[in-house]
């Protein structure tokens, strides 16, 4: 006998819906089981269906927490190491043995022997009020002072062999660099391998640099900014300056610009160093190239270039007033527009060829015999005269002497002048002038003195040579003599009258 019930003859209509629904009727297997229990009864035994015990999304919650946890465990265990590494730092870093072994390291690494003032060290940097460096006379840097220091480094430079930062300043300080002292060492301490130091970049806020001696220095450089670069193997160390005042004994005062100084093996480049004048920024001059600062014994020699600049800016105001204008550098045979300098001539000598710029007219001032000839000629222009075909020259200073030779100033229809003029250190002038007329002004003018006096005849004009005397406030010149003397092959002067003014007074008067 089959288990499986018969299949019913009819259906009811909830049970059609069902099937057409897709939906099984429940089977035994489906309701439970029937069974006989022992006292005969029947019943059906229903299968108990088990509950799962494991949520998995609750227990993904729980791993999560449990991860959080440790997490957040491990990093309040690193910040308190990391505060005891820290808080060991610092103390170890404001300890005597570590300020000891930082001035160990810039004693080896600049070769100076350096004392710091108010020193204070950090794992991040260090702080000082004051550094004074000094080198052996071997070397041509002398002496450092450094004021109101700050330095940033890596907390590697507190435990590591090498302190590196990127930048160390100083509000202000002073260099004084002088010459090599034979049979010195360069080094107070020997640089036993790679430095201990290591800087990107010192910068000075307000630097003065002294050249030679520091009670009497050569050259004095004031008020700059200075930057200096250490440089790399690929790159050599080099000095950047702004700005500031060059003070040179008995030379005008420039103002300098900006500065790029290279220093290499064989001596010292400077790439270029551009000046003003004391108060004047119309036009500079610029000096460029290399020299061998050891070699003191012999003469050496910078590039000068002028662009534009006032000639009382080089020349000084007492000579530069006399000739004055703006001039420009130009280019002769041979070269030698240099500034040279040696052991014996400190100050330096100056030797520069030029010419009238383009934007100015040079003229001549406060000759006595300009207003003479205004008066022979009866031509006021003489008072004031303008050269409007320029200048030329060549200008030299030394040992506070300026002279100015192969003088040319032209103006091809009113006068053209040449020589050489020199103003000593005490303002002493002399030097000869060769004054020269047009044919044509000599020959048409009215008055007979002026073919006495300009004899010679040469390239269009009619010469007069002239000796130059007196001081640069006063210049003298011998001009009314040789007037006076050309009178006597013209006539005497009336009774009671000057010879110079007789000569001097117009036809017909």
């Known amino acids: 006998m089959s288990s499986q019930p018969a299949e019913p003859e009819k259906y009811s209509l909830d049970e059609m ?3 057409l629904q897709g939906k099984p009727s429940p089977t035994p297997e489906d309701s439970g089981e029937l069974v006989t229990r022992a006292d005969g009864t029947q019943a059906i035994k229903v299968r108990k269906r088990k509950r799962r015990s494991t949520q998995p999304h609750k227990e993904a919650a729980k ?7 440790f997490q957040v465990s491990s990093v309040v265990v ?4 990391a505060g005891i590494l820290f808080g060991g730092l610092i103390i ?3 300890s005597a043995p570590y300020r000891k072994k930082i001035i160990s390291k810039f004693n080896t690494g600049t070769g100076a022997n350096i004392r710091f003032q108010q020193l204070q060290t950090s794992p991040t940097g260090m702080t000082a009020r004051a550094a004074d460096l000094e080198w052996p006379g071997g070397n041509l840097l002398k002496s450092l002072s450094l004021h109101d220091i700050r330095a940033q480094s890596l907390m590697g430079g507190v435990i590591g062999s090498r302190w590196s930062v990127n930048e160390i300043s100083a509000t202000g300080g002073k260099l004084v660099i002088g010459p090599r002292q034979g049979g010195q060492p360069l080094r107070y301490f020997p640089d036993a391998g790679a430095s201990p130091i290591s800087v990107e970049r010192l910068a000075v806020g307000n630097l003065e640099i002294l050249l030679g001696d520091a009670s009497a220095p050569s050259l004095r450089l004031q008020k700059t900014e200075g930057s200096f670069y250490p440089g790399s193997n690929e790159k050599a160390p080099s000095l950047r300056l702004f700005r500031g005042e060059m003070h040179i004994p008995e030379w005008p005062v420039f103002r300098m610009d900006r ?5 290499k093996a064989n001596g010292v480049d400077i790439v270029s160093m551009r000046l ?9 001059i610029e000096l460029s190239g290399a020299f061998d600062p050891s070699g003191t014994g012999k003469e050496q020699s910078l590039e000068v270039r002028m662009n534009s600049f006032n000639m009382n800016g080089i020349a000084g105001t007492s000579l530069g007033h006399l000739v004055a204008g703006r001039v420009d550098s130009r280019d002769v045979p041979g070269g030698g527009n240099a500034l040279s300098f040696s052991s014996s001539n400190p100050a330096g000598r100056l030797q520069v060829a030029f010419s009238s710029s383009s934007n100015s007219l040079p003229r001549l001032n406060n000759f006595s015999f300009l207003r003479k000839l205004s008066q022979l000629t009866d031509n006021p222009w003489f008072l004031d005269p303008l050269f409007h075909d320029g200048c030329t020259g060549i200008l030299h200073r030394e040992n506070g002497v300026v002279r100015i030779s192969e003088l040319v100033l032209l103006s091809k229809t009113q006068l053209k002048v040449t020589g050489d003029l020199s103003l000593d250190k005490n303002e002493v002038l002399s030097g000869t002038l060769d004054v020269g007329l047009p044919e044509a002004t000599v020959t048409g003018g009215r008055n007979p003195a002026l073919g006495q006096v300009f004899k ?3 390239d269009g004009f009619r010469w007069v040579t002239l000796k130059i005397s007196g001081t640069s406030g006063r210049p003298v010149d011998n001009f009314a003599d040789l007037a006076q003397a050309a009178g006597e092959t013209v006539g005497e002067p009336a009774e009671g009258k000057d010879l110079f003014d007789t000569l001097t007074a117009p036809k017909g008067r």
């Open 456 to 458: 010679e005849s040469k």
């Open 63 to 69: 791993k999560a927490s449990r991860l959080r946890a």
């Open 17 to 19: 819906l069902e099937r």
């Open 78 to 81: 690193l910040m308190i190491l």
């Open 92 to 94: 170890y870093a404001n």
């Open 259 to 263: 500065a790029l100084v290279d220093f």
């Open 276 to 284: 003003f004048h004391e108060l004047d920024n119309l036009g500079n």
